[in-house]
């Protein structure tokens, strides 16, 4: 994250925080505060907090920031996300979950020191559940070289997969079996 991506971000989690909005670090960002990352052009944060697709953003940022607000149809795996493309700046994406699963990796994030500011970052086995339900071929990439790097993450992904969906449960199970020893 480039220096004058700082102060966005540091605003955008003091509203996030001050609008009681329950969050948490996920992709390559998460990845990198867990001294595993990778090269990305955006910051990605997950809530469930359906207010967010209805808020003001402008406002309560209070930054010449363009913000798109995208909300999902009601058979999309997700109910939104709202992207803040500051100029000559990384994006920020708040990707606005629907499930109890995705809530769940909220409230087990940990907090990390990310470039000053103080972060929910999600857990090993939860950047790799979240990879793996996003299924791109970059996100299997990741997903395996987390488990590579940190293979308890196996275990816990093990366990936290009996409680998930039928599709995401056999998405992990084939992931697992796949990729760990």
Known sequence: MSDESLPFLAKLVEVL???KVPYVLIGAFA??????GRATFDVDFMTTDSRTLKMDWPLLVRLDVPVEVRRGEHDDPLAGVIRFAPPSQMSFDLVVGKWKW????????????VRGTILPVARVADI???????????DARDAAM???RFPSAAQELRQLS???PESLRKACEAFLAAHSS
């Open 17 to 19: 925080e001050r609008e």
């Open 31 to 36: 990845m990198m505060a867990r001294n595993a």
């Open 102 to 113: 995705q809530k769940d990796i909220i409230d087990r994030a940990e907090r990390f020191d």
């Open 128 to 138: 790799c559940l979240q990879k793996i339900d996003t299924g791109g071929p970059q």
């Open 146 to 148: 987390l488990l590579e």
């Open 162 to 164: 009996a409680s998930l």
